[in-house]
């Protein structure tokens, strides 16, 4: 007799929370549509998604220990990124906004001492608990929208202990709220008054001291230029980039926002994560992004709060393959507006993204512009559980209406913070 035992092996999961009687929207094939499960659970342990598909198929668990929660058919999405913001800063614009009314451009309210450098002086003159204070209900507003990532820009201080300050308010945050905070040095984002006449001591200051004092005390983990006629050329934007690399940071830019400066294609050439805003990118410029896998960033709210007409070349982006992310830019100069539910509607109503695509730019796409495509913005196992719940009866629900809060619960690192 043939004395071989053969067993079919169960393996009992532990669980700690499982969601039961959910869609899911899992976001993990960008660009092929919303990744969809109908009739799913999905299971979280130690802060990780650690099982998800359709709930006819659950392996065994061990129902004493985890938490079962019955979704009501809501819909799961990865929790949404929003990942170009400068939403530190000091003072408002309000009265830029009756000059642009009135017939000023965007660029001439910069160059007669206005824009950027306006919102320098209000941020200098803030100490660190009024800047904590004014950009606290700014990101509560995106957390209460479902937003689980948010990164931040520098770029109104100009000098080493107004950027540092900036900064350390941006990583302040994340003590306040549940939300993971990507903090990006934009130190050349204009020029102080105080450099008036010397963009290139500017410059020498950025890369020699600031940029190393930042590294050193690890405040960032990208370096930004806004490379533009009214920002910094290309030679001063190259010399960043070399510093930056130096350094070990991540490389981002500003570029093709008013003019085609070819910012993106230098970008592209020190294998930057991203390009944003790049209404005026070309297809040359699109090209150098596809082959050096970057991430287009489309800000839609500063294209319609500036009354921008060009737009971005989507059909091009998408004839080569560049992933797009869709952001906020909450800014006090160019948009200062707090809702990635609106960008989402913009980015479809605006720039004829299908809403899948808008989706896929707060979510996927949004994880890679920062660098954090293996560990956000999709349901997948052994992706940080950061999860949306939504009141929605369809994912392009997220992108239709506007107005009305859909969210029903939030859950960052495995914890239901909402
Ligand atoms: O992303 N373009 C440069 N920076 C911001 C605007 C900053 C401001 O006007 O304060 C932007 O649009
Ligand atoms: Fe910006």
Redesign the pocket.
Known sequence: MNNTITSTQTVTHHWQTLWLNVNLATMTEAGAGYGEVTGAALAISAGKIVWLGKEANLPEYKKSEVDIIDGQGRWLTPGLIDC?T?LV?GGN?ANEFEMRLQGKS?QEIAQAGG??VS?VKATRAATEDELLGSALPRLTALHQQGVTTVEIKS??GLDLKNEMKMLNVAGELAKHLPVTIKRTFLGA?ALPTEFKDDADGYIALVCHQMIPAIAKEKLADSVDV?C?NI?FNLLQTERIFTAAQQYKLAIKV?AE?LSDLGGTELAAKYQALSS??VEFLSEQGVKAMSAANMTAVL?PG?FYFLRETQLPPIELLRKHDVAMAIAT?V?????PICSLQLMLNMACTLFKLTPSEALAGVTCHAAKALGLSTSKGQLSVGFDADIAVWNISQPAELCYQFGVNPLSALIQNGQQVI
């Not at 800014?331 to 948009?335: A, D, F, M, V």
């Open positions: 170009h400068h800063y614009r965007y824009g950027i919102t770029g109104y984002h806004f533009e920002g500003h926002q944003e805003h800000l500063a830019d800014n006090p100069g160019s948009s």
